[in-house]
C-alpha cells in the first residue's frame, strides 16, 4: 500500500517561473515531512522538511507548505531554475523516525 | 569525509548466486538505513540500524537478506540465492542523532545497483 503518494510523475515550467510539486499521504500519525531532490546516477539529496506543528517552512527558493486536514503538502520552488531539473521525492514519517517512506517521485524539467 | 560511500556502484549476477554490499556512513552518523528503489519507484525501506543494533526490519526483507553493522561504523547488506526479481538499486543513508531533535534527514549514498540475470 502506498502511503505516500504523488500523482504527477511529471511536471514542466519555465525558467523563473514557480515550480509547484505536489504530495498526498494516507497515514494520520506521520508528523514528519521531507522532500529530496534526486539527479541520475545519484543518490537522493535532502532539501527540506517541515514538522506537523508547522504549516509552512521556508529555505531560500524552496518553500514547503503542509496541510494536515488534507493529509497534503507541497513543495514551491521560486524562481525556478534549468539545475532544478531533478526527480523529486516527498518522504514522511512519524515520531520514532525509524521507517521513512516515499512517493514515487516528479520528474521536474525546467526550460530554459 | 564527504559523505555516504557505497560499493560496488554495479554489480551484475547470475541468478542463485550470492552478493555482498558494503556502505561506509558519515563517520558521526549513528544512525544507518538502507532502502531499495526500482524504476519508478520510490525508495522502499528495508532496514535500519541504531549503531549496531538492527532495530527495525520491513517486511521487504525477506530471509534471503540479511544486514549488518559490526561496530557501529560500516553496514554491509548480503542478498544469498539471488532472484531477477532483486535486480535493483540498493541505497543506503545514514543520519546524526542530535540531542533534543526526534527527527534528522537522511544522506544518501550513490546507491549499488543490482542486475540479475
Known amino acids: 500500500d502506498q502511503q505516500v503518494k504523488q500523482n504527477s510523475p511529471s511536471l514542466s515550467v519555465q525558467e523563473g517561473r514557480i515550480s509547484i510539486l505536489n504530495c498526498d499521504y494516507t497515514?494520520?500519525?506521520?508528523?514528519?515531512f521531507l522532500w529530496y531532490k534526486k539527479y541520475p546516477a545519484e543518490g537522493p539529496t535532502f532539501l527540506i522538511s517541515i514538522s506537523s506543528i508547522k504549516d509552512k517552512n521556508e529555505d531560500g527558493r524552496f518553500t514547503v507548505f503542509l496541510n494536515k486536514s488534507a493529509k497534503h503538502l507541497s513543495l514551491h520552488i521560486v524562481p525556478s531554475q534549468p539545475g532544478d531539473s531533478a526527480v523529486y521525492f516527498c518522504?514522511?514519517?512519524?515520531?520514532?523516525?525509524?521507517?521513512?517512506?516515499f512517493g514515487t517521485g516528479t520528474s521536474l524539467t525546467v526550460i530554459p | 569525509d564527504t559523505g555516504v560511500s557505497q560499493d560496488p556502484r554495479h554489480k551484475i549476477t547470475k541468478r542463485g548466486q550470492n552478493v555482498t554490499f558494503r556502505c561506509d556512513p558519515i563517520?558521526?552518523?549513528?544512525?544507518l538505513y538502507w532502502y531499495r528503489q526500482t524504476l519508478g519507484q520510490g525508495p522502499e525501506f528495508l532496514t535500519y540500524f541504531q549503531n549496531e543494533a538492527q532495530l527495525e526490519k520491513s517486511r521487504l526483507l525477506s530471509d534471503r537478506f540479511s544486514a549488518e553493522r559490526p561496530k557501529g561504523s560500516f553496514s554491509t547488506l548480503e542478498i544469498q540465492r539471488t532472484e531477477q526479481g532483486d535486480s535493483a538499486m540498493y541505497l543506503c543513508?545514514?543520519?546524526?542523532?542530535?540531542?533534543?531533535?526526534?527527527?534528522?534527514?537522511?544522506?544518501f549514498g550513490p546507491g549499488t545497483r543490482l542486475t540479475v540475470l
Open positions: 543513508a545514514s543520519s546524526p542523532q542530535r540531542q533534543g531533535f526526534a527527527y534528522n534527514e537522511q544522506f
Open positions: 563517520s558521526e552518523h549513528n544512525r
Open positions: 518522504a514522511a514519517s512519524w515520531t520514532t523516525g525509524n521507517q521513512f517512506y
Open positions: 497515514n494520520s500519525m506521520f508528523d514528519y
